[in-house]
């Protein structure tokens, strides 16, 4: 495919988050901060607060309580139908996100710039059809029963070993995108490797299957076995010893005392961390000064290239695992002079100290290939920690990182509808520099109205961009002083009744645009600049907006 083509069809696939969705998260990260876990607020709207109670009498107690069971048993059937619902749209599908090597270089750029100031996740990746569906519900106890229906769905992948959807199936974590996005990126990963290591063990097991039937017949030479040849290696003093957890030749190396070819091990693979865990790891590095896990690597390295190249010695796997340690000059003799020189070259100088590093780790590593070596990284371990934290997360971090996600989506949706060279486009980046620059800091209640407010106009601008450029092509009367800043033009258009104007049926359409026009010449004239390189400092002015915060909005139950 062709990589505009591919950029093209995303977009017409992708369209610009709701605003009411942005809305119902940014609630939902103020609300869930009063709470520690997902399973307390759960538990919370199973038990509504004793306070509510207080000063009733028993039969008015008793009476209450009835009537809460009565309700709770009517609506849990809803519940569970909607949240049932949500989590299969979300586990049914049996796509898997590749790493869109076919979008052009300017779209790869434009979102990993996007997840980089925000933190989200890419458009119809898992995580964002998460975002979607929680922000469409309106009672965190919903979205406390979804998410706990999501992890115990995840659950399941794992014990069956089958991937997360609309994921990538073996990548490495993004480090720019969100906890949430690296986390599910490593549980893919973990069944990809487990499922790498139990086609290695078979291979492994099928190989050494082959050699015991073919050392059954004892006249028979390497040569003439059902094995071919390159299964095996003349070690130094001429037998034929078979090579273990071999992959690939390696370029023209020869090992230095018995002349064959030099392979290539299969090797176990690193850790995959998050960013969180980097973090730590290199916390613990600089506190301890421990290069634990970097000796672990490379003795397991030395041990499957043992396995794979018998007769091998040291000056060996140093030329293959880091050539700049070797240099080739030739020297007299043909044996080693115990310092790590022979006719074919030399260990570098901090090679050849006494007491390195590397060949007191030789001296102690076993032929082994590397998928009868003890895990460097334990994928049962890592997904079960990742499990704990799923189930114990913090609301508020939760419904943060799906507000991010929704964010960063609709402005890489709103970049490629937005026509680069309109007034409409410079209104747009103002508008989402804005919401870049206040995410600095912290999240408090009056960012994230802000926040929403100027997610609807962003909405405006790709809904109804014909409305949005008659207002933005009347001539500008801010003074020099305020050029530069941004002027919040409220695209958001809402009338008496709360909707916004293309939201309403207007009993006569020539007297509604007419009205319009009446409405966008008033705004004119009383534009609100609110929007400026620093951090917004909010005053009472706020209050007046059409849109904020209200907890209430949210129900518990």
């Known amino acids: 495919m062709d990589p505009v083509e591919g950029s093209s069809s995303l977009s017409r696939k992708l369209t610009i988050p709701s605003a009411s969705v942005i809305k119902q998260l940014a609630l939902a990260v103020e609300t869930g901060k009063n709470f520690s876990s997902m399973n307390d607020l759960l538990q919370f709207g199973d038990s509504p607060p004793m306070k509510e109670k207080t000063g009733l009498s028993l039969s008015a107690v008793k009476s209450l309580v009835l009537r809460e069971k009565e309700e709770k048993l009517c609506s849990k059937l809803?519940?569970?139908?909607?949240?049932h619902s949500f989590i299969c749209s979300l586990f049914e599908s049996e796509e898997y996100t590749p790493q869109r090597k076919n979008i052009c270089s300017s779209g790869v750029h434009s979102r990993s710039s996007l997840l980089k100031d925000f933190h989200g996740a890419p458009p119809e990746s898992f995580v964002y059809q998460i975002s979607n569906a929680i922000g469409g519900l309106n009672s965190l106890h919903k979205a406390a029963s979804f998410w706990r229906c999501i992890v115990l769905e995840l659950?399941?992948?794992?014990?069956?070993?089958?991937?997360i959807p609309r994921m990538p199936l073996d990548a490495d974590p993004d480090l720019n995108s969100c906890l949430l996005h690296q986390q599910l990126q490593v549980i893919n990963c973990c069944i990809a490797r487990k499922k790498r290591r139990a086609i290695a063990k078979e291979e492994l097991d099928s190989v050494l299957k082959q050699k015991s039937l073919d050392s059954s017949h004892s006249?028979?030479?390497?040569?003439?076995?059902?094995l071919h040849?390159?299964?095996?290696a003349k070690n130094s003093v001429g037998d034929y010893v078979l090579r273990l957890g071999a992959d690939c030749p390696s370029q023209n190396l020869t090992m230095l005392e018995t002349g064959e070819p030099i392979y290539s091990p299969v090797l176990q693979e690193g850790p995959v961390l998050t960013e969180e865990l980097i973090k730590e790891t290199e916390e613990f590095v600089l506190r301890t000064g421990s290069v634990g896990a970097g000796c672990s690597q490379l003795l397991s390295d030395m041990q499957a290239f043992k396995a794979a190249n018998p007769g091998c010695v040291l000056e060996d796997f140093v030329r293959w695992h880091?050539?700049?340690d070797w240099t080739e000059d030739g020297l007299a003799d043909n044996s080693f002079d115990g310092d790590g020189s022979s006719k074919h070259g030399r260990l570098s100088e901090r090679m050849r100290k006494k007491g390195n590093l590397w060949r007191e780790l030789w001296e102690t590593a076993k032929a082994l290939p590397a998928v009868e070596q003890t895990p460097l990284f334990d994928e049962d371990l890592s997904v079960e920690s990742i499990f704990t934290t799923l189930e114990d997360i913090q609301p508020s971090k939760l419904f943060e990182q799906l507000l991010n996600t929704m964010l960063s989506?609709?402005?890489?949706?709103?970049e490629r509808m937005v026509p680069a060279d309109s007034n409409l486009s410079k209104l747009f980046h103002e508008c989402k520099e804005y919401i870049i620059s206040i995410y600095q800091g912290g999240l408090s209640k009056e960012k994230l109205d802000d926040i929403c407010k100027v997610y609807e106009t962003i909405e405006a601008i790709i809904v109804h961009p014909e409305d949005a450029i008659m207002i933005t092509e009347q001539p500008d009367e801010t003074s020099v002083e305020t050029k530069g800043r941004f002027k919040r033009i409220n695209l958001n258009f809402i009338g008496k009744d709360k909707q916004p104007f293309w939201k309403r049926a207007p009993k006569d359409e020539k007297k509604s645009d007419e009205k319009h026009m009446h409405l966008f010449?008033?705004?004119?004239?009383?534009?609100?600049?609110?929007?400026?390189?620093?951090?917004?400092?909010?005053d009472g002015s706020s209050s007046s907006a059409v849109t904020t915060l209200d907890e209430n909005e949210w129900t518990i139950v």
């Open 219 to 226: 006249g028979d030479s390497p040569q003439k076995c059902s």
């Open 521 to 538: 010449s008033h705004l004119l004239d009383k534009k609100v600049s609110i929007f400026s390189k620093k951090n917004p400092k909010l």
């Open 322 to 324: 880091s050539p700049p």
């Open 409 to 414: 989506v609709g402005f890489l949706v709103g």
């Open 78 to 83: 809803s519940v569970d139908d909607e949240v």
């Open 155 to 163: 659950r399941k992948l794992w014990c069956k070993g089958r991937p």
């Open 229 to 232: 040849n390159k299964f095996y």
